[in-house]
């Protein structure tokens, strides 16, 4: 059985850094990219943070494009986050996207624990 394990987050001023990990436990298979989303305060949604495939290619939200940092070492993802704003203020997590049947659609049918990130002005 995969399962997510996060660490890292905590609090920084405005303009520090911080990184985030994520380990995939259980294997690898069938996996096609790792992500971060993240959920701020009172929003309901997550929305991607930034996206790593397997091949290495690498997707940033607008906002954090050049500060951000995703990357893979065997089967953990990391987030690099540097001159961080109050903004990126929430919970983070890291799902995989697995591939099922050859399916374009994304299947994030995995999800870490949740790290909690909190920037000060």
């Known amino acids: 059985q995969v399962h997510l394990v996060q660490s890292g987050g905590g609090l920084v001023q405005s303009g520090g850094s911080l990184r985030l990990s994520c380990v995939v436990v259980g294997g690898m298979n069938n996996i096609r990219a790792m992500v971060w989303y993240r959920q701020g305060p009172g929003q309901q949604r997550r929305t991607t943070v930034s996206?790593?495939?397997?091949?290495?290619a690498t997707e940033y939200e607008d906002s954090v494009q050049g500060r951000f940092i995703i990357s893979r070492d065997d089967n953990t993802v990391y987030l690099q986050m540097n001159n961080m704003k109050p903004e990126a203020t929430a919970v983070y997590y890291c799902?995989?996207?697995?591939?099922?049947?050859?399916?374009?659609?994304?299947?994030?049918?995995?999800w870490g624990q949740g790290t909690k990130v909190t920037v000060s002005s």
């Open positions: 996206r790593i495939a397997i091949e290495g």
């Open positions: 799902p995989i996207d697995r591939l099922i049947d050859d399916s374009p659609k994304h299947n994030y049918d995995c």
